[in-house]
């Protein structure tokens, strides 16, 4: 898991970083856009609420 930061404002959202995580499995990076200032508990849920699926 790593973080890329102080990108331009992009998105309906304004998104402003990415978080990347990569899947030691498939070996395949997961970049999710995110906000600098969102706290724990959203990064915590970001990989729950935008990639995995609920089945």
Request: hydrophobic share 35%.
């Amino acid at each position: 898991m790593d973080w890329v930061t102080a990108l331009p404002p992009s998105g309906e959202k304004s998104y402003n970083s990415c978080l990347v995580i990569v899947d030691r499995y498939r070996k395949t990076p997961i970049f999710l856009p995110c906000h600098k200032n969102d706290t724990a508990m959203d990064t915590a849920l970001l990989p729950w609420s935008r990639h995995f699926s609920y089945r």
